[in-house]
C-alpha cells in the first residue's frame, strides 16, 4: 500500500525559513513525480510545488523563488523547503503521489495523500 507522510511543520516568523520532509512506504519516490499542497481553513487546496522523476520541477507564482522542492532517492523522501514565508503561507501541507508522468498543481491528479503537517507563520 502506497502511502506518504509529512513532518516538519510548526510556528516561524514572518521572513522565517521551514524544511518538510514527505517519506515514503510501499512504493519508490524515484518513480514517481510528488507534489505539495496546502489548505488553510475555508479555502481549496492549492498546488505549491511538483517534482518529476527526473528533478524537473514547477511551481505557482505565489511559490516561484520562496519555495523549492528536493528529493533524495537515497532515503526515499521529497523534501519542501519553505523560505521568506509570510503570514498567508499559514495552512496545512500535505504531498501527493501524481497518478500519471505529468508534473501538474491540479490536486485532481494525485492521490496516496499523507496526513499533513501544519504551518503557521505569525508574530
Known amino acids: 500500500q502506497s502511502q506518504l507522510a509529512e513532518s516538519g511543520g510548526g510556528l516561524v516568523q514572518p521572513g522565517g525559513s521551514l524544511r518538510l520532509s514527505c517519506a515514503a512506504s510501499g512504493f519508490t519516490l524515484d518513480d514517481s513525480v510528488i507534489g505539495w499542497f496546502r489548505q488553510a481553513p475555508g479555502k481549496e487546496r492549492e498546488g505549491v510545488s511538483c517534482?518529476?522523476?527526473?528533478?524537473?520541477?514547477k511551481y505557482p507564482i505565489s511559490a516561484k523563488g520562496r519555495f523549492r522542492t528536493s528529493r533524495d532517492n537515497a532515503k526515499n523522501t521529497v523534501y519542501l523547503d519553505l523560505n521568506s514565508l509570510k503570514p498567508e503561507d499559514t495552512a496545512t501541507y500535505y504531498c501527493a503521489k501524481n497518478r500519471n508522468s505529468g508534473c501538474t498543481l491540479d490536486a485532481g491528479d494525485f492521490d496516496s495523500w499523507g496526513q499533513g503537517t501544519q504551518v503557521t507563520v505569525s508574530s
Open positions: 517534482i518529476t522523476k527526473s528533478g524537473i520541477q
